[in-house]
């Protein structure tokens, strides 16, 4: 479905009274043919100007994308190649991983980190998600994520972890950090979520450090190989 139909179909502003016919006359057309025909009405003018800061997020990410946090950390998007070394660090980590996280035993090997990094570029490339690599002094640590994106109502989630022998360095937060500054500034979006299981108070210090608020305990929220844990919402809002 093109962008812009399925823009003003589920997002126009409440309102708005635009036929079925409208729309289809520019189903086919592009964002930038839009933008720059002659006589484009007044109605796909306004919603053109909303829906522009995420103009990004709705066509995909760039599948070179990166982020630089500072002269020792950089995140990158997943590449086909990263497939062995995302492999044994999970390997390395995977009793520490599988305390709070459920999917630690889907990758048991290097055929399904490669599946697992072939569905995430995939994500990306529809703008359904952005999974980065953590490189730390050019070494692969972790991951770091935003999915859960609802452009309807700009908002995301974020995930994340780390090779268990660098915790305590700050590499996560900062990541995390970097992370957050992009969805507000670059991507516009208006809310950010991350989820922390109860008993994870390790994790629960990087929300807590960036200025997110505990907004409550959801019961059940985590399945976790048969059980489910609870979780606390941290959420941050770009006007805070």
């Known amino acids: 479905m093109d962008v812009i139909f399925h823009c003003v179909i589920n997002h126009r502003p409440v309102g708005l009274e635009v036929s079925i016919d409208e729309v289809a006359d520019y189903s086919w057309l592009t964002y930038d043919e839009i933008i720059n025909a002659n006589n484009c009405p007044e109605w796909l003018v306004k919603y053109l100007d909303e829906i522009n800061a995420t103009k990004r997020t709705t066509r995909g990410f760039d599948t070179d994308f ?6 020792s950390l950089t995140l990158r998007s997943l590449k086909i190649e990263d497939t062995v070394t995302l492999f044994r660090l999970v390997n390395s980590n995977r009793e520490h991983l599988r305390r709070f996280l459920g999917w630690v035993d889907n990758n048991c ?3 399904d980190t490669r ?10 490339e529809k703008g359904e998600s952005l999974t980065l690599s953590i490189w730390y002094h050019e070494e692969f640590v972790g991951l770091v994520d935003l999915h859960a994106i609802d452009l309807l109502n700009r908002s995301v989630s974020i995930g994340y972890w ?4 660098l915790q305590g360095k700050g590499i996560m937060t900062r990541s995390v950090n970097e992370f957050v500054k992009h969805a507000f500034r670059e991507m516009k979006l208006q809310r950010i979520e991350i989820l922390c299981a109860t008993e994870n108070v390790r994790s629960q210090t990087i929300p807590k450090v960036l200025g997110f608020k505990n907004e409550g305990t959801l019961k059940d929220a985590i399945w976790h190989y048969g059980n489910y844990l609870d979780a606390y919402v941290y959420g941050l809002t770009n006007s805070e």
């Open 162 to 165: 780390l090779d268990q022998k």
């Open 115 to 124: 599946a697992f990094i072939i569905r995430e570029k995939d994500k990306m």
């Open 109 to 111: 090997s290097e055929i």
């Open 66 to 71: 990166s982020l630089t946090v500072d002269d």
